[in-house]
């Protein structure tokens, strides 16, 4: 069974930084894409970044772009979302997804969420 | 980028009835369609990919049409454990989009 855990959320003043970790397991974790997709309280989705089952490439949203960096230890089943320069439009609950393929695809599993807070 | 447009935003049914919900595309995303559902308090769950293809485990009575820009998801008699939200994503081009949800409630 394809489980996918986020961890490294909580409540961080604008300008900050926070690491976020998405651990895997249930399935053979390099040989699928990945990515992170947000969800501000009370509103849809909003997809934010996704990597290649090898790391070697990486997508971002216009919105993130420049300030996130996704990456992903196929060593350890993780994948991690590096945020930086926080603001409080950055303030939703951040999926872990797998894609159905190495490089693309829809999302086929989902964790359960880890909640960021941008206030001070 | 890819606008993708659901409509209604809020549909009232009955237990029973039939429910249909509509996405649209800013421009063609082949089959490259999929559709999740959403309860409160959950993560999303995938329900169809490629536009018409049933996930593993979701029950026949959820189906999907369509391709290029005009999706359909319908739900042929609604159970009372299908209140929730729907999301349609196209799959096709970066940046992937996903469109604003419609909340199926009932009536």
């Known amino acids: 069974e394809v489980q996918l855990v986020e961890s490294g959320g909580g409540l961080i003043q604008p300008g900050g930084s926070l690491r976020l970790s998405c651990a895997a397991s249930?399935?053979?974790?390099?040989?699928?894409?990945m990515a992170w997709v947000r969800q501000a309280p009370g509103k849809g989705l909003e997809w934010v970044s996704a990597?290649?089952?090898?790391?070697?490439?990486?997508v971002y949203a216009d919105s993130v772009k420049g300030r996130f960096a996704i990456s992903r230890d196929n060593s350890k089943n993780t994948l991690y979302l590096q945020m930086n320069s926080l603001s409080a439009e950055d303030t939703a609950l951040y999926y872990c997804?797998?894609?159905?393929?190495?490089?693309?695809?829809?999302?086929?599993?989902w964790g359960q969420g880890t909640l960021v807070t941008v206030s001070s | 980028e890819i606008v993708m447009t659901q409509s209604p935003a809020t549909l009232s049914v009955s237990p029973g009835e039939r429910a249909t919900l509509s996405c649209g595309a800013s421009?063609?995303?082949?089959?490259?369609l999929a559709w999740y559902q959403q309860k409160p308090g959950q993560a999303p769950r995938l329900l169809i990919y490629?536009?018409?293809t049933r996930a593993t485990g979701i029950p026949a009575r959820f189906s999907g049409s369509g391709s290029g820009t005009e999706f359909t998801l319908s739900i042929s008699s609604l159970q009372s454990e299908d209140f929730a939200f729907y999301y349609c994503?196209?799959?096709?081009?970066?940046?992937?989009?996903f469109g604003g949800g419609t909340q199926v409630e009932s009536k």
């Open positions: 997804a797998k894609r159905a393929a190495a490089d693309r695809g829809h999302f086929d599993s």
């Open positions: 249930g399935f053979t974790f390099s040989s699928f894409a």
């Open positions: 990597i290649t089952g090898s790391g070697d490439a990486s």
């Open positions: 421009q063609s995303v082949n089959s490259n």
């Open positions: 490629g536009a018409s």
């Open positions: 994503q196209q799959y096709y081009n970066w940046p992937l989009t």
